[in-house]
Protein backbone atom coordinates (compact mmCIF):
# COMPACT_ATOMS: atom_id res chain seq x y z
CA UNK A 1 0.00 0.00 0.00
CA UNK A 2 1.26 3.83 -0.87
CA UNK A 3 1.50 6.30 0.97
CA UNK A 4 -2.00 7.95 1.04
CA UNK A 5 -3.67 11.36 -0.35
CA UNK A 6 -4.87 13.73 2.21
CA UNK A 7 -7.20 16.96 1.55
CA UNK A 8 -9.48 18.47 3.95
CA UNK A 9 -13.09 20.16 3.50
CA UNK A 10 -14.66 22.85 5.69
CA UNK A 11 -18.37 22.13 6.71
CA UNK A 12 -20.60 25.01 6.15
CA UNK A 13 -24.12 25.91 6.73
CA UNK A 14 -25.60 24.65 2.88
CA UNK A 15 -23.55 21.22 4.24
CA UNK A 16 -26.30 20.71 7.11
CA UNK A 17 -29.99 18.90 7.38
CA UNK A 18 -32.48 20.76 9.61
CA UNK A 19 -30.95 19.43 12.63
CA UNK A 20 -27.81 21.17 11.80
CA UNK A 21 -25.92 17.83 11.31
CA UNK A 22 -23.57 16.82 8.00
CA UNK A 23 -26.15 15.91 5.59
CA UNK A 24 -24.50 11.88 5.11
CA UNK A 25 -25.38 12.19 0.99
CA UNK A 26 -22.33 15.32 1.12
CA UNK A 27 -19.88 13.33 2.76
CA UNK A 28 -20.19 10.72 0.61
CA UNK A 29 -20.22 12.66 -2.19
CA UNK A 30 -16.54 14.16 -0.77
CA UNK A 31 -15.31 10.65 -0.02
CA UNK A 32 -16.26 9.59 -3.83
CA UNK A 33 -14.27 12.82 -5.11
CA UNK A 34 -11.07 11.74 -2.50
CA UNK A 35 -11.12 8.23 -4.50
CA UNK A 36 -11.59 9.87 -7.62
CA UNK A 37 -8.70 12.49 -7.01
CA UNK A 38 -6.44 9.93 -6.02
CA UNK A 39 -6.80 7.52 -8.88
CA UNK A 40 -6.65 10.10 -11.56
CA UNK A 41 -3.20 11.49 -9.54
CA UNK A 42 -1.82 7.48 -9.47
CA UNK A 43 -3.32 6.88 -12.83
CA UNK A 44 -3.00 10.13 -14.59
CA UNK A 45 -3.78 9.48 -18.54
CA UNK A 46 -6.74 6.87 -16.96
CA UNK A 47 -10.99 7.95 -17.09
CA UNK A 48 -12.88 6.59 -14.06
CA UNK A 49 -16.04 6.18 -12.87
CA UNK A 50 -16.96 4.52 -9.43
CA UNK A 51 -18.18 1.33 -9.63
CA UNK A 52 -19.16 0.62 -5.47
CA UNK A 53 -18.54 2.21 -1.89
CA UNK A 54 -18.75 -0.52 0.69
CA UNK A 55 -20.35 -0.67 4.11
CA UNK A 56 -21.64 2.92 4.98
CA UNK A 57 -21.74 3.46 8.58
CA UNK A 58 -21.73 7.21 10.02
CA UNK A 59 -20.13 6.79 13.43
CA UNK A 60 -20.37 10.29 14.74
CA UNK A 61 -22.69 13.36 13.57
CA UNK A 62 -20.15 16.68 12.56
CA UNK A 63 -21.32 20.20 12.98
CA UNK A 64 -21.10 23.34 11.52
CA UNK A 65 -17.27 24.64 11.06
CA UNK A 66 -15.69 21.26 11.69
CA UNK A 67 -12.60 20.92 9.39
CA UNK A 68 -12.65 17.07 7.96
CA UNK A 69 -9.84 15.51 6.77
CA UNK A 70 -9.75 12.78 4.00
CA UNK A 71 -7.12 10.10 3.72
CA UNK A 72 -7.38 8.26 1.04
CA UNK A 73 -5.21 5.15 0.36
CA UNK A 74 -4.84 2.55 -2.15
CA UNK A 75 -5.92 -0.82 -1.02
CA UNK A 76 -6.48 -3.03 -3.99
CA UNK A 77 -5.27 -3.07 -7.80
CA UNK A 78 -7.24 -5.32 -10.35
CA UNK A 79 -7.07 -5.84 -14.24
CA UNK A 80 -8.88 -2.83 -14.76
CA UNK A 81 -10.16 -1.40 -11.53
CA UNK A 82 -8.55 0.44 -8.23
CA UNK A 83 -9.77 0.37 -4.65
CA UNK A 84 -9.19 3.16 -1.92
CA UNK A 85 -10.01 2.97 1.63
CA UNK A 86 -11.22 6.54 2.28
CA UNK A 87 -10.75 7.27 6.14
CA UNK A 88 -12.64 10.81 7.24
CA UNK A 89 -11.36 12.20 10.87
CA UNK A 90 -12.40 15.53 12.32
CA UNK A 91 -9.62 18.53 12.55
CA UNK A 92 -6.11 18.52 10.81
CA UNK A 93 -4.63 15.61 11.66
CA UNK A 94 -4.73 12.12 12.11
CA UNK A 95 -5.74 11.34 15.33
CA UNK A 96 -8.11 8.05 17.00
CA UNK A 97 -10.97 6.88 15.49
CA UNK A 98 -12.32 8.11 11.83
CA UNK A 99 -15.26 9.39 12.00
CA UNK A 100 -16.28 7.94 8.59
CA UNK A 101 -14.54 5.11 6.52
CA UNK A 102 -15.27 3.09 3.78
CA UNK A 103 -13.33 1.51 0.60
CA UNK A 104 -14.54 2.99 -2.95
CA UNK A 105 -13.90 0.99 -6.19
CA UNK A 106 -13.46 2.62 -9.47
CA UNK A 107 -13.35 1.14 -12.96
CA UNK A 108 -10.62 2.75 -15.88
CA UNK A 109 -13.49 3.49 -18.99
CA UNK A 110 -12.89 4.22 -22.66
CA UNK A 111 -14.21 7.06 -24.70
CA UNK A 112 -17.59 4.57 -25.05
CA UNK A 113 -17.73 3.58 -21.57
CA UNK A 114 -16.26 0.17 -21.84
CA UNK A 115 -14.09 -1.53 -19.05
CA UNK A 116 -10.26 -1.36 -20.14
CA UNK A 117 -7.11 -2.43 -18.33
CA UNK A 118 -5.32 0.28 -15.95
CA UNK A 119 -1.93 -0.61 -17.77
Avoid at 53 to 72: H, M, N, P, S, Y
Amino acid sequence: MLAGMENHKLVMPEHLNHFGYLFGGNLLKWVDEQAWIAASLDYPDCHFVTIALDKVEFRQGIREGTILLFVADRTREGTTSVQYEVAVFRGGEVDGDAVFTTRVTLVRIDEQGAKIPLT
